[in-house]
């Protein structure tokens, strides 16, 4: 099970600390992933902007889903940083393949950032848009290589589009990472003008297991939008049980809030996940349980929808639809 996301006081810290140093930085007028005339790009994030003086050949992916953006753009980190699932190298199925026979170092998050870990491996760049860095964390990862931090929006998950883009102009690959944002955008919008059962159906996106008694449900926002290019609406239900990530809807509203949906997509990642929803009273009784329009995924299916990433989304666009369809048609 992957790990839970940030309390809110921890998420407010991080936040304050990353603006009070972007209020006093410096900023280019250059465009986005602009290569200077002495070769070097500079990359703006929430501490400020970095100067990468050329290509990288040895990134560090500090975050989480670092890894599968700078593999989809032909970059092969030095090391990664798991998050969870017990992949091999930190690396899920749907990128291993880039990995093209390297074996990363695999970091983690648990007690921090491994800083002296990181330094050991000399990089010429570190990558850290979903590592939930602080000002002083930012300053050590700076005296041993260039680094790019979260832009600003979030200390971790940040909408995917900018954590990939900001990637993208990091390793000198601007214009590649803008093709793929593009193709994945017009993949799942095509895909749902093939399957015209998803019009206007309304979809919520749920963990596959409920945690202290509660189902946390995805509020609509950039975790949902694969979901209306496919055609879907997103129910406003949870409201006022979301904290603009996630939505815990207790037991006792799970079938007035989930009910609102046509369709529900639970994230399960094992048969004893998907066993422990079909035993709970609460799921047997949902609308959706009746008119069997529950999807139930596997744990890849149910990682790449995690991991939202340039590597990730285009199985969520192969695997997903042709199960959505299967309940609606």
Avoid at 86 to 94: A, K, N, S
Avoid at 142 to 170: L, M, N
Avoid at 261 to 268: E, F, G
Wanted: some cysteine; proline content about 6%.
């Amino acid at each position: 099970m992957r790990p839970q996301p940030l309390s809110r006081r921890r998420r407010r810290f991080l936040a304050l600390s990353a603006g009070a140093v972007a209020l006093t930085a410096g900023c280019s007028s250059d465009e986005p992933g602009t290569v200077a005339d002495d070769g070097s790009v500079t990359v703006k994030h929430v501490f400020g902007e970095t100067r990468i003086a050329r290509p990288p050949t040895r990134v560090v992916s500090a975050g989480y889903t670092d890894q599968d953006d700078l593999l989809a753009l032909g970059v092969v980190p030095v090391a990664v940083t798991d998050w969870f699932g017990g992949e091999p190298f930190g690396v899920w199925p749907w990128a291993q393949a880039r990995l093209g026979g390297a074996q990363p170092v695999v970091l983690n998050l648990v007690d921090g950032i491994q800083v002296d870990a990181i330094a050991a491996l000399t990089p010429d760049l570190i990558v850290a848009t979903n590592a939930g860095l602080d000002a002083d964390t930012y300053a050590k990862l700076s005296a041993i290589a260039p680094t790019v931090a979260q832009s600003g929006r979030d200390a971790f998950f940040e909408p995917w589009k900018d954590q990939a883009t900001t990637i993208g102009q990091a390793v000198f690959k601007y214009q590649d990472v803008t093709g793929l944002i593009a193709a994945i955008d017009d993949r799942f919008t095509k895909t749902g003008e093939q399957n015209p059962s998803f019009k206007d159906k309304k979809a919520l996106l749920v963990r596959g297991v409920f945690e202290d008694g509660a189902a946390v449900v995805t509020p609509a926002g950039w975790r949902t939008e694969f979901l209306s290019q496919l055609g879907f609406a997103i129910p406003d239900a949870v409201g006022e049980f979301s904290d603009g990530t996630q939505a815990f809807v207790p037991r006792d509203r799970m079938a007035e809030v989930l009910d609102s949906a046509d369709v529900l997509i639970w994230t399960t990642e094992s048969d004893e996940e998907q066993a422990a929803l079909l035993a709970d009273p609460v799921f047997a009784a949902l609308k959706t349980t009746t008119t069997n329009r529950n999807v139930l995924t596997g744990k890849e299916l149910a990682g790449a929808i995690a991991f939202a990433s340039l590597l990730s989304y285009p199985l969520v666009a192969d695997q997903l639809p042709a199960m959505l369809a299967k309940v609606l048609t």
